[in-house]
C-alpha cells in the first residue's frame, strides 16, 4: 500500500486544517489507518486511529474533542480535520496503515512521506 499524506500547511491558533491520506496500489480494506505527528526534536507521536472496516476511532488525550478522524470509502481516503489549532499542534504530520489496534507508531506497516502543519500564535 502506497501512502500520499496532503492537506498541511500554515495556519494560526484557533484555525482548522483537514489533511488527507489517500492509498493507492490496495484499498484501505482490512487495515487500522493512523495519523501520527512528530515535532522537531521529538518522537513520533500517535493522534488518532480509525479502523476501515468497523470506521471506530480512537484519540489522543491531546486532540479528542479537536481533531476528526473520518473516512471516505469511494476515494479510499482518510481524513484529518483539525480544529482549535494550537502552537503546540505544529509537526509533521503522517498517516499509516497497519493491522494492529494500536498507538505504537512501530507496528504499523506503511507510511506516508508527511505533511507539516505550522501553527502561529
Known amino acids: 500500500v502506497q501512502l500520499q499524506a496532503s492537506g498541511g500547511g500554515l495556519a494560526q491558533a484557533g484555525d482548522s486544517l483537514r489533511l488527507s491520506c489517500a492509498a493507492s496500489g490496495r484499498t484501505f480494506s482490512g487495515y487500522i489507518v493512523g495519523w501520527f505527528r512528530q515535532a522537531s526534536g521529538k518522537e513520533r507521536e500517535f493522534v488518532a486511529r480509525t479502523s476501515w472496516s468497523s470506521s471506530s476511532t480512537y484519540y489522543a488525550d491531546s486532540v479528542k474533542g479537536r481533531f476528526t478522524i473520518s473516512r471516505d470509502s469511494a476515494k479510499n481516503t482518510v481524513y484529518l480535520q483539525m480544529s482549535g489549532l494550537k502552537p503546540e499542534d505544529t509537526a509533521v504530520y503522517y498517516c499509516?496503515?497497519?493491522?494492529?489496534?494500536?498507538?505504537?507508531?512501530?507496528?504499523?506497516?506503511?507510511w506516508g512521506q508527511g505533511t507539516l502543519v505550522t501553527v502561529s500564535s
Open positions: 499509516a496503515a497497519g493491522v494492529a489496534v494500536t498507538t505504537d507508531p512501530s507496528r504499523y506497516l506503511y
